[in-house]
């Protein structure tokens, strides 16, 4: 089971930790990703990394403001976002998939978990 928390609301320029808890195992052959989806939007690669090597991969839209990170020993994948951006605002989700973190289509991590909610008034 995959536990996000850490979403609210944050005025335009200012900063969130978002934290993904795993219940389970995660193993090194796994990649972490965070996706957001806004209001009428589909689902959107954010970020992600391997467990293992901590490799990473960024959508361009967020490249130099977020950084994902992972607490091996508390099971746990963090996004810290900067410089938030009104449109930033959607409910942020954490999935696992098996494979390599550069890989960043919604149907191809395999577990989910439910979202939290990132709210940036402008």
């Known amino acids: 089971q995959l536990q996000a928390s850490g979403g609210g609301l944050v005025q335009a320029g200012g900063s969130l930790s978002l934290s993904c808890a795993a219940s389970g195992r995660i193993f090194s052959s796994h990649a972490m990703g965070w996706f957001r989806q806004a209001p009428g939007q589909g689902r959107k690669f954010v970020a992600a990394m391997d467990w293992s090597g901590g490799r990473t991969k960024y959508a361009d839209s967020v490249t130099g403001r977020f950084t994902i990170s992972r607490d091996k020993g508390k099971n746990t994948v963090y996004l810290q976002m900067n410089s938030l951006k009104p449109e930033d605002t959607a409910v942020y989700y954490c999935?696992?998939?098996?494979?390599?973190?550069?890989?960043?289509?919604?149907?191809?991590?395999?577990?989910w978990g439910q979202g939290t909610l990132v709210t940036v008034s402008s």
């Open positions: 999935a696992r998939r098996t494979g390599s973190p550069y890989v960043t289509g919604e149907g191809d991590y395999e577990y």
